[in-house]
């Protein structure tokens, strides 16, 4: 059964960074696309940032040019670099496998504010 972390998440002013981390304990992890998804109250889960298995990344026009997502494939790790923070970033971080995924882990709590 796989299993997903998520860590790194915290409170921000707005304009800070912080840096997101993700276990995944997948066989053939590294044959897989990865993302990050995101969550605020009352909203519906969306995929911001994605990577290739080949590290080829795509985002999210609400984070183009402040996220950088980034993966360790012989940790099986996945990471997501958050800078220029904005308070429409608020929200409940996850990370999957886009088209593949499995049960969804705890999520690490992202709060952008002065």
């Known amino acids: 059964q796989v299993k997903i972390v998520e860590s790194g998440g915290g409170l921000v002013q707005p304009g800070g960074s912080l840096r997101l981390s993700c276990a995944a304990s997948?066989?053939?992890?590294?044959?897989?696309?990865m993302g990050w998804y995101r969550q605020a109250p009352g909203e519906q889960r969306d995929l911001v940032a994605r990577?290739?298995?080949?590290?080829?990344?795509n985002y999210a026009d609400a984070v183009e040019g402040r996220f950088t997502i980034s993966r360790d494939n012989d940790k099986k790790m996945l990471y997501l670099e958050m800078n220029s923070l904005k308070p429409e970033d608020t929200a409940l971080y996850y990370c999957?496998?886009?088209?593949?995924?499995?049960?969804w882990g705890q999520g690490t709590q992202v709060t952008v504010s002065s």
């Open positions: 990577i290739s298995r080949d590290g080829e990344a």
């Open positions: 997948r066989r053939l992890f590294s044959v897989y696309h």
């Open positions: 999957n496998f886009p088209g593949f995924e499995v049960d």
